[in-house]
T-cell receptor, first 117, second 115 residues
Framework: AQKVTQAQTEISVVEKEDVTLDCVYETRDTTYYLFWYKQPPSGELVFLIRRNSFDEQNEISGRYSWNFQKSTSSFNFTITASQVVDSAVYFCALSDPSRTGRRALTFGSGTRLQVQP | DTGVSQDPRHKITKRGQNVTFRCDPISEHNRLYWYRQTLGQGPEFLTYFQNEAQLEKSRLLSDRFSAERPKGSFSTLEIQRTEQGDSAMYLC?????????????FGPGTRLTVL
């Protein structure tokens, strides 16, 4: 069965600090996809990144970077020089359609990030 | 290019009433999903359509829930005989393998409160 664990329920940092959000996943499939979504106070889930299981290259997009390590089943998300606008709940999600055909996303419980000015 | 839209954004109803929500996906997306999110939790999958065919249903989708996508465009989610436990945010998402390798894009959600 698929499972996504985000052990950090809430993180509070001061603006300009770097912060890393942890995500650990479980799946029996060899082909799967990992995602990060942002949910600001307005409530709408905003897509940030998609990574497939064959691509372990880390990715950087502006102040955001992602570290994918299959050996530890982790897909961590780092925000560099955090800003108040980064305050939101961040969700890690897993999709593993290759064997079962299931297209549903399995979400973690989320990490609430508060960036203080 | 408009995103996923949902209507209504908020719904307050009394226990036992029926409610219906609508989702309009991104126009070129052929796949549509419904999720439910309760306070402090991540979204939980309810059901998925490819065009007009409902291909997957979660065990969370009890007999009181029904979803349709009659012409492969918009979708409706109906809850009959609502219960207080149905209070949640109902999220709709759409995707297309051809357009963006099946990444799911979400709408703003419909927040349901059952009194």
């Amino acid at each position: 069965a698929q499972k996504v664990t985000q052990a950090q329920t809430e993180i509070s940092v001061v603006e300009k600090e770097d912060v890393t959000l942890d995500c650990v996943y479980e799946t029996r499939d060899t082909t799967y996809y990992l995602f990060w979504y942002k949910q600001p106070p307005s409530g709408e889930l905003v897509f940030l990144i998609r990574r497939n299981s064959f691509d372990e290259q880390n990715e950087i997009s502006g102040r955001y970077s992602w570290n994918f390590q299959k050996s530890t089943s982790s897909f961590n998300f780092t925000i560099t020089a955090s800003q108040v606008v980064d305050s939101a709940v961040y969700f890690c999600a897993l999709s593993d359609p290759s064997r079962t055909g299931r297209r549903a996303l399995t979400f973690g419980s989320g990490t609430r990030l508060q960036v203080q000015p | 290019d408009t995103g996923v839209s949902q209507d209504p954004r908020h719904k307050i109803t009394k226990r036992g009433q029926n409610v219906t929500f609508r989702c309009d996906p991104i126009s070129e997306h052929n796949r549509l999903y419904w999720y439910r999110q309760t306070l402090g939790q991540g979204p939980e999958f309810l059901t998925y359509f490819q065009n007009e065919a409902q291909l997957e249903k979660s065990r969370l989708l009890s007999d009181r829930f029904s979803a349709e996508r009659p012409k492969g465009s918009f979708s409706t989610l109906e809850i009959q005989r609502t219960e207080q436990g149905d209070s949640a945010m109902y999220l709709c998402a759409s995707s297309s393998y051809r357009v963006d390798t099946d990444t799911q894009y979400f709408g703003p959600g419909t927040r349901l409160t059952v009194l």
